[in-house]
């Protein structure tokens, strides 16, 4: 085998040929088998659904390990370094263990290729080092991240869990998914397996009856919050967000307006878990809350002027950025942001920009590094299309820029020492803007 010390895992796992999205189960399922299993040792909370995962994910792992359990954390994509995407305990792998892990998948993959031709993508090869390194390290739990849709995603090749969780379910990869959120909401709940209880948010009402027909058929719990009971108190400040859940009260670094109701979707799970035999106390479940974190959420990054990077990359996401800032700078749209903005050529970018527009000051566009990038030329067009349409084509500029790091330099110019610049469209530019600053 390789000298670890010279193998560098990274290169590996990214060559090029293998970063596709092609859902199907069989390669994942021959690759675990060829690695005996990994899985079958580990226990999961298994989270799917469109907007919310990585939040509701990290509020999770975060009460589990506040209860005194060694948990586990899979998510994709990774904000800041490949090795977060593969956690245990809020650490990251550590380079020498996902070398190790990842010697211990090639030789497998190498023989599924070699046997059927085909060989395993990126993701699936790993979710494949995520399974082998949480056997190793011994993990009691593990919170696992639906990459994409669900019931063909690489990571539902697990046989049960001991709770399923749908996030927010709307549309986004409707080329892969399904053009309705019913078809969506159908793979999404993909992951429901016999006899595990979900807790799902409380859907639209065509996902709802997609998700509720597929827990009766396969004789599962349901459980839904009802957000009646959350009440949450004004934003104080860029610090700091509470909130009370059943009448206990809470605190969250997580600021967007969004997150108290992703805690309690979190907490819904939490009391599915206890129902399981997991032991969660009510501190632990507070302190989980308050120790979360999540990068690229709403994330307060800068001063003078307030600088915000928001991760949400399709409509859904947008309508809850300018919900935060509503909520951050009060009122409801008063054109005093200037906005860095890229985002990826297959999603509803136009929708994306009418949710900000009654923020717009200015815009800064790039495009992401991604061969899915829009460019930034196309995505300025579609800025001022908009623009036209409300009337407001004289009044708001739109900057093409060449980079991310560009687009939030000179957001952060216009704004000025007093105002707020915020950097959101896509998961993919948040290290390259985080970098910039």
Not at 277 to 296: N, Q, V
Not at 380 to 396: M, P, S
Request: charge should be negative; include cysteine.
């Amino acid at each position: 085998m390789e000298d670890v010390c010279r193998f560098d895992p990274v290169a590996w796992i990214n060559t090029p040929r293998w970063q596709t999205s092609r859902l199907g189960l069989s390669r994942m399922v021959d690759l675990l088998e060829r690695l005996g299993r990994p899985q079958d040792d580990l226990r999961f909370v298994h989270v799917a659904g469109t907007n919310g995962k990585g939040s509701v994910c990290a509020y999770l792992a975060s009460v589990l390990q506040a209860a005194g359990y060694k948990v586990g954390l899979f998510t994709s994509p990774f904000i800041l370094c490949f090795e977060e995407r593969i956690r245990v305990n809020g650490e990251n792998i550590r380079a020498e263990e996902l070398a190790r892990a990842v010697q211990a998948v090639r030789p497998a993959a190498e023989a599924v290729e070699a046997d059927t031709g085909d060989h395993p993508t990126e993701f699936e090869l790993m979710a494949a080092v995520a399974f082998e390194h949480f056997r190793a390290v011994g993990c009691d739990i593990v919170v696992l991240e639906v990459g994409l849709g669900g019931r063909l995603d690489a990571t539902n090749v697990i046989d049960a869990s001991e709770a399923s969780v749908i996030c927010r379910i709307g549309l986004d990869h409707t080329d892969l998914l399904g053009d309705t959120v019913a078809a969506i909401a159908g793979e999404k709940a993909g992951i429901v397996k016999p006899g595990c209880p979900v807790a799902s948010w409380p859907q639209e009402r065509e996902a709802m009856a997609i998700i509720e027909a597929v827990a009766a058929e396969r004789g599962c719990e349901l459980v839904v919050p009802d957000f009646a009971d959350l009440n949450v108190e004004a934003l104080a400040g860029a610090a700091l967000r509470r909130f009370s859940w059943k009448g206990r009260p809470f605190e969250t670094r997580l600021l967007g307006s969004y997150q108290p109701f992703n805690a309690a979707l979190a907490l819904t799970a939490a009391d599915v878990l206890c129902g399981r035999g997991w032991a969660i106390s009510d501190e632990a479940a507070a302190s989980g809350i308050a120790s979360a974190r999540w990068p690229g959420r709403f994330e307060v990054v800068g001063t003078s002027p307030l600088t915000i990077v928001d991760g949400g990359h399709n409509p859904q996401g947008a309508e809850a950025l300018a919900a935060s800032l509503a909520d951050l700078l009060g009122g409801e749209g008063c054109a005093s942001v200037d906005f860095a903005l890229g985002v990826l050529a297959d999603k509803d970018y136009r929708a994306m920009v009418r949710a900000v527009m009654p923020w717009a000051r200015s815009f800064s566009v790039y495009a992401p590094r991604s061969p899915r990038a829009l460019a930034a030329e196309e995505l300025a067009a579609c800025v001022r299309k908009v623009l036209g349409e409300e009337g407001r084509a004289d009044d708001v500029p739109v900057r093409v820029c060449s980079a991310p790091a560009d687009a939030l330099s000179a957001a952060r110019a216009a704004a000025g020492p007093e105002g707020c610049a915020v950097a959101f469209g896509t998961l993919y530019a948040i290290a390259d803007l985080m970098a910039a600053l």
